[in-house]
């Protein structure tokens, strides 16, 4: 079945390689049996057997053999190393994938087997809670075939999406960066609650559930943003008076311009 892989190797035992064998296994895509993680630490490897019942071993190399899909979790400071152990085993039967920000298409084909499938996945962190975004881009050698592989990977964590591999730093400063700055706006919005009388338990209860249902609106209605915004402020009512201080204060734009330099310098980190 197009889309199906039988055995994923997961090189990285740290937070989104925890993520990805979570997500693999509760929506039920495979088997325990089916996952192999290695790591070069024994300490999540032994959390990662008792708590999901995966295999597990410290050698790269050996992971990648048992593996149709190779998941290269590691820093991007790591996968040249990961490369090397694990060229020997690969052959076209593989499809690699790798994680790690700032590694290009070519660096990670250059290091691999010639006519090696080879993805780049970005996910966000939100993946850890199975809620992320995780942006795809396909090397010379990825067909239609591999691109449904990797969606249904990382679909397990969050939704996917494919671009081309020069949109992947804009994906950074919006989604790779953004909840960053959602967490700054439910920290600020629950410190206004405080400043006008609330308890900061109730603040924060009620500024995480205003985002999350205003993001489920969008989500679920299918309508602009703005149009809900102008659902919600009423003339001359309390919403458009809140919404008149942050147009002054630039919000708008301030965002924008939050999205314009982290994409700048993930292209700077790029070229390094």
Do not use: W
């Not at 300490?43 to 597990?56: A, C, Q, S, T």
């Not at 790269?60 to 060229?87: D, R, Y």
């Not at 964590?157 to 790779?176: C, M, R, Y």
């Amino acid at each position: 079945m197009s889309g199906k892989c039988n055995k994923v190797a997961v090189i990285g035992g740290g937070a989104m390689g925890s993520a990805l064998v979570a997500g693999i296994l509760k929506a039920q895509l495979m088997k325990p049996s089916d996952l192999v993680v290695s790591d070069i630490r024994k300490e999540p490897l032994e959390i990662l057997e008792e708590r999901f019942g995966v295999k597990v071993t410290e050698n790269n190399a050996e992971a990648a053999a048992s593996g149709e899909v190779v998941i290269c979790a590691v820093k991007p400071g790591q996968v040249e190393g990961v490369l090397k152990e694990i060229n020997p085993v690969l052959h076209s039967g593989h499809l690699v994938i790798s994680v790690a920000a700032g590694i290009s298409l070519a660096f990670l084909e250059k290091h691999l087997p010639s006519g090696i499938p080879v993805i780049r996945a970005m996910p966000n962190l939100p993946a850890l809670i199975g809620e992320g975004v995780t942006a795809l881009a396909l090397g010379s050698y990825a067909g239609k075939d591999e691109q449904e592989k990797a969606e249904t990977l990382f679909g397990a964590i969050g939704k996917v999406i494919t671009l081309p591999e020069e949109n992947l730093d804009a994906v950074t400063g919006l989604s790779g960066s953004g909840p960053a700055y959602v967490f700054l706006v439910i920290e600020a919005l629950a410190d206004g609650g405080v400043k006008v009388g609330l308890t900061r338990q109730v603040a924060l209860k009620l500024a995480v559930q205003t985002v999350i249902g205003a993001a489920r609106m969008v989500e679920e209605t299918s309508e602009h943003p703005a149009v809900l915004k102008d659902r919600v402020a009423s003339p001359g009512g309390s919403t458009i008076a809140g919404l008149h201080v942050l147009e002054e204060n630039k919000t708008r734009g301030t965002f924008i311009s939050a999205v314009e330099a982290a994409t700048r310098r993930a292209r700077e980190l790029q070229n390094n």
